[in-house]
């Protein structure tokens, strides 16, 4: 049986990012599955709104200095209705937390995302 109902950005982000998600032949497909299975269990339950869920999932990836998907998470925090505002604000309060290297460094990617792709001179 097919799911055949219309993704959401949120959604539609996701993929592509699992679509670049890289590992070796003999394990992708299974690795695949269950980040698709794990994600999917976790951003679909009730009690936050997808906002909430990227402002949440944006500050451990600050901490935890995972700069790739920290990219990725702020355009679906985006997607899902977040501000830029928003998001500054909570990699700011991650400084006090995490510390202000990280905190500084995703500022930057923030800064990066916000501003779009850069344009060949």
């Not at 402002?55 to 830029?84: M, W």
Request: charged share 25%; hydrophobic share 40%.
């Amino acid at each position: 049986m097919s799911d055949t109902r219309t993704a959401s950005p949120r959604e539609e982000d996701g993929r592509r990012h699992i679509e670049r998600f890289r590992a070796p032949a003999s394990i992708r497909q299974e690795m695949t599955e269950l980040i698709q299975k794990g994600g999917s269990l976790v951003w679909s339950r009730p009690g936050l709104e997808p906002a909430q869920r990227s402002l949440a999932t944006i500050s451990v990836l600050v901490a935890l200095r995972h700069l790739g998907p920290l990219r990725e998470h702020i355009e679906i925090g985006q997607a899902n209705g977040l501000s830029q505002t928003e998001i500054c604000e909570a990699i700011l309060q991650c400084a006090i937390y995490a510390g202000f290297p990280s905190a500084v460094r995703a500022m930057e990617v923030a800064a990066e995302v916000f501003d779009g792709p850069a344009e060949d001179s």
